[in-house]
């Protein structure tokens, strides 16, 4: 029986030790279980703070994006506007200012007729060389001729009321150019003609001429020039510009019709007062007639489709 009695304490001794680890291992279960509970959660908060920010971080990525588009947008518009409304100070009339895409045709008589226009743009820093051949006309730039971003503004004008001088007939067709800038150096300018130079002798015969923008447009002769055999282009160095083309004095000394001779006029020198407003305008033009008349120099039909022979 004492035995027997042993045992039952013993085993009640091990049952509440059982009990009190069971208990143990429960609290320590629930422990950490929280302690994982907690853990989730922070890392859900976190994620959810860091889904958060980059979807806010986003947000703002794309209204800066905006703000730079629309800010982009309106320094372009700015400066288009600035670029079509700003007048070319280096220009000394008014009415021949030059806005960046073609020359003024405010000083143009209503009778000229426009056949096209063209803009060259000369960086300054190295030679050009610039072909508008639908036109017959043609364009040199010396390295350092022109300040950066230069702009020459070419106008070709395929009819009007042109004078040239007596004894001449205009043989090519007139251009009407602009210079945004005052040059450095002489540009080298080549216009179509269309004589056809067999000897050397004749291309005496071609003159460079030029006349100011306001009707009627008076021709006068400029000195210089070369006209070579067998081409159809002239060219000359010119630091000024104004309404230019080509004649062809005439061999016996007056124009081919006499009752269109009286038209003519005595060649003025260079340094006249329409030369001078000429230059000061900055500007060039281009046209085929001799008389008061409206006349059709043949550029809607291709530039000089004529073979004339002096």
Known sequence: MREYSINVEDYEKL???????????????????????????????EKDKVI??????EKQIITDLKEKELYIA??????????????IKETSSIGLQF???IPSMDSLDSSVIIAGQKLFILQGDRSDSLQWEK?????????????????????????????????TVLVSAVYAISVSKGLLKPLVIEL?????????SQTGCLKFVRAPLKCPYHFSIVEGGCFRVGKRYGSIKREQFSCMGIV????????????????GYETPPEGSTDDTHNDSGNRAGETSERT??????????????CNCVV
């Open 74 to 87: 309106k320094l372009v518009k700015e400066r288009q506007e600035r670029v079509l409304k700003q007048p």
């Open 292 to 305: 008061a008349s409206p006349i059709n120099t043949g550029l809607s039909q291709g530039m000089c489709d």
């Open 192 to 200: 179509q003609h269309c004589v056809d130079l067999r000897k050397t």
């Open 99 to 101: 806005n960046y895409l």
């Open 248 to 263: 062809a004095e005439m061999s016996n000394g007056d124009t081919p019709s006499d009752s269109e001779s009286e038209e």
């Open 52 to 57: 958060a920010k980059l979807t806010s971080n």
């Open 15 to 45: 049952k509440l030790k059982v009990a009190e680890l069971l208990e143990e291992k429960e609290e320590q279960y629930l422990k950490e279980k929280q302690i994982i509970i907690d853990n989730n959660q922070n890392l859900i908060s």
């Open 135 to 167: 036109y017959g006309f043609r364009l040199e730039c010396p390295q350092g001729a022109v300040s950066k971003d230069t702009e020459v503004a070419v106008t070709a004008l395929a009819g009007g009321n042109f004078k040239v001088p007596k004894g």
